[in-house]
């Protein structure tokens, strides 16, 4: 068995350095660029699409808008998306959204969703939680017959009012439980 020496310890260190450095961890990467174009085009879809979300926006306090989450499933299913945090029009942070599943599922899809946060208290718990996860504080919007997002005064009475549009896919049922979000750096 051999001893290292502090000597062989620092060098050692020293050589693995640059091999870290070169390990992404989003600083001064183009990953925000791009979270911030797709909530931009999201944005716009949602608000070209369903005309009554653009009411709701103002009235909230602040939105999570994740432009785009796949998930998949065969018995053990799971999905993965990221997004930005806006106040007041501006991206203040970025969060991924991840979600487990078990159960009786087959197949894969894509949706859009957007988190309107209709009171303070609701957007500071948000962002003081170390993980947030999808619960009973959320009402949600769906596509009605007429191609229009519901939401209604009760409905926008909520702390929290989830958006979903734009599913694709071959997966049964677009649902936000479970859905675990997370401050990222891009």
Partial sequence: MSTVSRRSFTLGALAATPLLAACGNGV????SERIDARVDTTLNYLYNTY??????????????????VTEAGLGIGGGYGRGALRIGGSTVDY???????????IGAQ?????????????????RRAS????????????RDQGENIRAETTTSTSPVVAVIFGQAGLLAGVSLEGMKYTRIIP
């Fill in 131 to 142: 993980g947030w996860a999808a619960g009973a504080d959320i009402e949600y919007a769906f």
């Fill in 110 to 126: 894509q949706f859009a969703h957007v988190l309107f946060f209709m009171t303070d208290d609701a957007l500071s718990k948000f």
């Fill in 95 to 105: 969060y991924s959204a991840t979600k487990g599943s078990v159960g009786l599922q």
């Fill in 51 to 68: 005309p009554n979300t653009r009411s709701l926006a103002d009235k909230s306090t602040g939105m999570l808008v994740m432009p785009l």
């Fill in 28 to 31: 001064g990467s183009r990953g």
